[in-house]
């Protein structure tokens, strides 16, 4: 059974740094691209970055509003993707979801983790 959840989450000040944990389990994980999306209220769910499978040829993309503030990396071994928030801003504030996806298979999501920032 896959199984997806999300961790990190908080509240921080403007400014500040947070790092989101996603812990899989239930599936193949190296060999699955795993994203991170969030959504704030009354807003769609939007993609944040997507990191490929291990041995894809894709590459790391990231929304155009996070980038050079947020990094999303892997760790096969542990089965878990992460998201290292710097430069919170007010506008960050939103539920955090990861998910995994491969080829027809999934999405599959997590629960998500609140993250709010404080201006």
């Known amino acids: 059974q896959v199984r997806l959840v999300e961790s990190g989450g908080g509240l921080e000040q403007s400014g500040g740094s947070l790092r989101l944990s996603c812990a899989a389990s239930?599936?193949?994980?190296?060999?699955?691209?795993m994203s991170w999306h969030r959504q704030a209220p009354g807003q769609e769910r939007e993609l944040v970055a997507r990191?490929?499978?291990?041995?894809?040829?894709?590459?790391?993309t990231y929304a155009d509003s996070v980038k050079g503030r947020f990094t999303i990396s892997r760790d096969n071994a542990k089965n878990t993707v992460y998201l290292q928030m710097n430069s919170l801003k007010p506008e960050d504030t939103a539920m955090y979801y990861c998910?995994?996806?491969?080829?027809?298979?999934?999405?599959?999501w997590g629960q998500g983790t609140q993250v709010t920032v404080s201006s």
């Open positions: 990191i490929p499978s291990t041995g894809d040829i894709g590459i790391i």
């Open positions: 998910s995994a996806v491969r080829g027809f298979w999934g999405p599959y």
């Open positions: 239930g599936f193949t994980f190296s060999s699955a691209t």
